[in-house]
C-alpha cells in the first residue's frame, strides 16, 4: 500500500508482545476525547478493557517508512469482515494512512463476499464521516455507537 500524501510505504505486520504497550498508547492518543466523552476516561478500566482485546483480537502495527503509526485489528465473522479498530495517531492523521487501510480490508472483504461492518463512537463525528466517504451506512445505532456498514 502507499500512502498518497508522501508516497511512502505502508506495511502492516501482524503485533507481537513487545507491541502491547503502543498499541495501548495509540489507543490512548486517538480516543481519549470520545471516551472521555462518552463516559469518562478511567486508566484502570482501559488498561482492563486494553488487556481483554489484546488478549482476543489479532492486531496489526501501521508503519509508514519504518515508523509504526497506527495500529488495526480485523476479524473474519461468518457473515462479514468486522473492523474491530483502527487508530492512527493524531499527528498521521489526514494523510491518507487510514484511507488506504480502510481500502485493504474492503478489497479483502470484496474478494470473499463479505460486508465490512464497524462501529463507531457516536461522539466521533470526524470518524463517522471518514467512513461515510469509504461508502459506509448506519445500519443500527445505541446510546453511544453507530453500527456501520459497507456492502
Not at 505486520?13 to 498499541?23: G, H, L, S, T
Not at 462518552?38 to 496489526?60: A, C, L, M, P
Amino acid at each position: 500500500m502507499n500512502c498518497p500524501e508522501t508516497e511512502d510505504s505502508i506495511e502492516l505486520r501482524v503485533a507481537c508482545q513487545d507491541d502491547k504497550e503502543f498499541i495501548y498508547d495509540v489507543k490512548r492518543a486517538a480516543m481519549f476525547e470520545y471516551i472521555e466523552q462518552t463516559w469518562g476516561w478511567d486508566e484502570d478500566e482501559q488498561r482492563e478493557i486494553h488487556e481483554r482485546r489484546f488478549g482476543s483480537q489479532e492486531f496489526q502495527i501501521v508503519s509508514v517508512g519504518g515508523h509504526d503509526v497506527g495500529i488495526m485489528s480485523v476479524a473474519l465473522e461468518p457473515d462479514s469482515l468486522f473492523l474491530n479498530q483502527i487508530y492512527i495517531l493524531p499527528e498521521h492523521q489526514g494523510r491518507g494512512i487510514g484511507s488506504a487501510c480502510m481500502q485493504n480490508v474492503i478489497e479483502r472483504a470484496t474478494e470473499s463476499s463479505l460486508p465490512v461492518k464497524l462501529k463507531v463512537l457516536r461522539v466521533n463525528h470526524r470518524a463517522a464521516a471518514f467512513y461515510e466517504r469509504l461508502g459506509f451506512t448506519i445500519t443500527d445505532e445505541t446510546g453511544t455507537h453507530f453500527m456501520m456498514q459497507r456492502e
